[in-house]
């Protein structure tokens, strides 16, 4: 079991981040006080959230299930350089381009949780995120991100930046005991061309829990990454990473991939490209080491300027050192529209994914997912969306000695915002998931509310 010395490891890791991110605000203050100290102070968005929420089953469990009210109250602090909403006056989400030449994106909140029936399940969570970007001559580039998070519920949001709305990690933790995740990421690309850039990116993702059913690792990934055109027409990306693994149970490892790609573009609105991915992964004894290779083709077509698809797909073949082999296909296609008032996203994926650094460790996984959301602006002040999702998810024994689990992860959410006011905003949401296994001991079904208020000081 774990022992109260674990928590002054959780306190001294949150502890860390929030100081980490205060200090990064503090550096920030010369930059972005700019003119006069108004506008500085401007740029400080302190509020509160007030939630409410009834959850059907907070175990995830087969049967028995516990339900209950847990009433939430979030004090916050957001510091951006972004520009803000004529109509709100909230902060705009950062692009997937970088906004200006330099900026500052800085959220955090603590979380109270307190329940009402299972009171002593009570604890402090925290839920931040920060992005900060530099450019120098218009050809380096520095960047930070970092993201963290202490909570205790069952499943926890992909938090990969790639991840979809309504896309969680595979795996579940049973047993209602607060996590701790932080994820740093600093990053450095040279600009040598329109399009031609050196990139190099680390990770360092570190997860502590305090379940007798987890256990604790750290992932420290560093990718360095070439896209480089020999014309308008054709160009080429080479991706390397070097991953090192470290469990406080499993047997460490460490992981090489490399990635090439060729695309050749059309016109600017259509480009076709192939890709072929290798990867090895070698763990400590008694741990069993693989290989997987992957070719693959695609598309990327932009249908008007705001409906766009990409779709590629190709095979994979997994070749563990002990136990059977697979090969099977992988695709992955993507269909946005993104209009002034509604936004939808389709999303088909299948191929592999690796579950590690997470609640479960489930490691090598075959996987198919769809998942599909649309956002729609109401009126100017109100805004409802809906997401739905389907999984299925094999988990491969490798000496083969049981038959391998098989789950069908089922989700739908549907949510509705309102601008009460400049400063007040209503929240509303509605899900239900559910999980189908050949494991009884692994199904479950969840209903959950949630109500919240947010008051903003402006």
């Given at each position: 079991m774990k022992t109260h010395a674990n928590y002054s490891i959780y306190l001294t890791h949150l502890t860390c981040s929030t100081m980490f991110c205060l200090l990064c605000v503090v550096i920030a203050v010369p930059g972005a006080a700019g003119a006069d100290g108004s506008d500085f102070l401007s740029k400080f968005q302190p509020y509160i959230s007030l939630q409410e929420e009834?959850?059907?089953?907070?175990?995830?469990?087969?049967?028995?299930?516990?339900?209950?009210?847990i009433t939430t109250i979030y004090p916050g602090l957001r510091f951006s350089t972004l520009g803000r909403s004529e109509t709100t006056g909230q902060y705009r989400l950062p692009s997937s381009t970088v906004e200006g030449a330099s900026g500052f994106d800085f959220d955090y909140r603590l979380?109270?949780?307190?329940?009402a029936k299972e009171s002593d399940r009570n604890y402090?969570?925290?839920?931040?995120?920060?992005?900060?970007?530099?450019?120098?001559?218009?050809?380096?580039?520095f960047q930070?991100?970092?993201?963290?998070i202490r909570s205790q519920d069952s499943r926890e949001p992909d938090y990969s930046p790639t991840a979809l709305p309504g896309q969680?990690?595979?795996?579940?933790?049973?047993?209602?005991?607060?996590?701790?995740?932080n994820v740093v990421t600093p990053s450095v690309e040279y600009q040598f061309g329109r399009e031609n850039r050196v990139f190099i990116n680390y990770v360092n993702n570190i997860y502590r829990t305090s379940s007798s059913f987890s256990q604790d690792s750290m992932e420290n990934t560093v990718t360095p990454r070439l896209d480089y055109w020999f014309d308008i027409r054709n160009g080429i990306t080479l991706e390397y990473d070097l991953t090192f693994g470290e469990f406080e149970i499993d047997p460490d490892y460490t992981g090489q991939t490399g990635r090439g790609r060729y695309t050749h573009r059309f016109n600017p609105r259509t480009s076709?490209?192939?890709?072929?991915?290798?990867?090895?992964?070698?763990?400590?004894?008694p741990g069993n080491d693989y290989y997987v290779n992957r070719p693959s083709a695609g598309v990327e077509h932009a249908f008007t300027r705001t409906l766009s698809v990409k779709a590629e797909g190709g095979f994979f073949v997994y070749d563990?050192?002990?136990?059977?082999?697979?090969t099977r296909p992988y695709y992955d296609l993507a269909l946005t529209q993104a209009e002034q008032r509604t936004t939808y996203t389709l999303s088909f994926q299948g191929g592999y994914y690796e579950d590690y650094f997470s609640s479960e460790n489930q490691g090598f996984t075959l996987y198919h997912?769809?998942?599909?959301?649309?956002?729609?602006?109401?009126?100017?002040?109100?805004?409802?969306?809906?997401?739905?999702s389907v999984e299925r998810a094999e988990y491969p024994r490798t000496l083969g000695l049981i038959e391998n689990r098989k789950d069908w992860i089922y989700g739908v959410w549907g949510n509705a915002a309102y601008q009460v006011l400049r400063w007040l905003k209503l929240g509303l949401d509605i899900s239900y998931t559910e999980d189908n296994s050949n494991f009884d001991v692994n199904e479950y079904k969840d209903f959950r509310t949630i109500f919240n208020v947010t008051a903003t000081y402006f």
């Open positions: 009834y959850d059907s089953n907070i175990d995830l469990t087969p049967d028995n299930e516990i339900d209950d009210f979380g109270l949780f307190f329940y402090i969570g925290v839920d931040g995120t920060l992005n900060a970007w530099y450019t120098v001559e218009q050809r380096w580039r930070l991100r970092n993201y963290s969680y990690l595979l795996s579940t933790q049973r047993v209602l005991e607060p996590y701790f995740r076709v490209f192939v890709d072929y991915l290798f990867q090895w992964v070698d763990f400590d004894f563990p050192k002990i136990g059977r082999s697979y997912r769809a998942i599909g959301n649309i956002t729609h602006r109401l009126t100017r002040d109100l805004t409802l969306g809906l997401t739905g």
